[in-house]
T-cell receptor, first 110, second 114 residues
């Protein structure tokens, strides 16, 4: 069974601070997606990483896929209250079936 | 709006009743997924279709659950004899096999069984 573990589970920080969220697995994924979810809404896709070692940037968000394609990280620079939400990673093992991580709930205080 | 659409957004039902949810995927997407999400957790895979064929069902999908995608377009998820433990957000997503690997989600249907 493929499992994706995210850490930390909860994170509460002050506006302007930096943070990193981790997504780890013992399985290899052909691609990995990061989503953000607001309460009562569906997950919204932020980015897809495909190549081992790949780094993608989305404004203040930097996503990295591990060289072995088993792990990923999301780094947020100068966090803002609008970044508050549940961050989810989801891996595809190549069968187009997406397995989700446990989620990281981020709260950014003004 | 060409995103994934789910109806209804909210459903409150009494224990023992049957409920049906509908999902309309992005029009050219051939794969459709159903997930269930409980509070504070990540979405759990339930089942997926490629066109009209249901290719995989999770063990989470008990005999009371059935999903269909009769014409390879919209899908329905029915829960019979609902139980309080069925209360959750039911999410639908779609993707294009052979295209990008991304799955796009609808806004979900929040089910409350009282």
């Amino acid at each position: 069974t493929q499992l994706l573990e995210q850490s930390p589970q909860f994170l509460s920080i002050q506006e302007g601070e930096n943070l990193t969220v981790y997504c780890n697995s013992s399985s290899v994924f052909s691609s990995l997606q990061w989503y953000r979810q607001e309460p009562g809404e569906g997950p919204v896709l932020l980015v897809t990483v495909v190549t081992g070692g790949e780094v993608k940037k989305l404004k203040r968000l930097t996503f990295q896929f591990g060289d072995a394609r088993k792990d990923s990280s999301l780094h947020i620079t100068a966090a803002q209250p609008g970044d508050t939400g549940l961050y989810l990673c989801a891996g595809d093992s190549g069968t187009y079936k997406y397995i989700f991580g446990t989620g990281t709930r981020l709260k950014v205080l003004a | 709006d060409t995103g994934v659409s789910q109806n209804p957004r909210h459903k409150i039902t009494k224990r023992g009743q049957n409920v049906t949810f509908r999902c309309d995927p992005i029009s050219e997407h051939n794969r459709l997924y159903w997930y269930r999400q409980t509070l504070g957790q990540g979405p759990e895979f339930l089942t997926y279709f490629q066109n009209e064929a249901q290719l995989e069902k999770s063990r989470l999908l008990s005999d009371r659950f059935s999903a269909e995608r009769p014409k390879g377009s919209f899908s329905t998820l029915e829960i019979q004899r609902t139980e309080q433990g069925d209360s959750a957000m039911y999410l639908c997503a779609s993707s294009l096999v052979g295209g990008s690997t991304e799955a796009f989600f609808g806004q979900g249907t929040r089910l409350t069984v009282v």
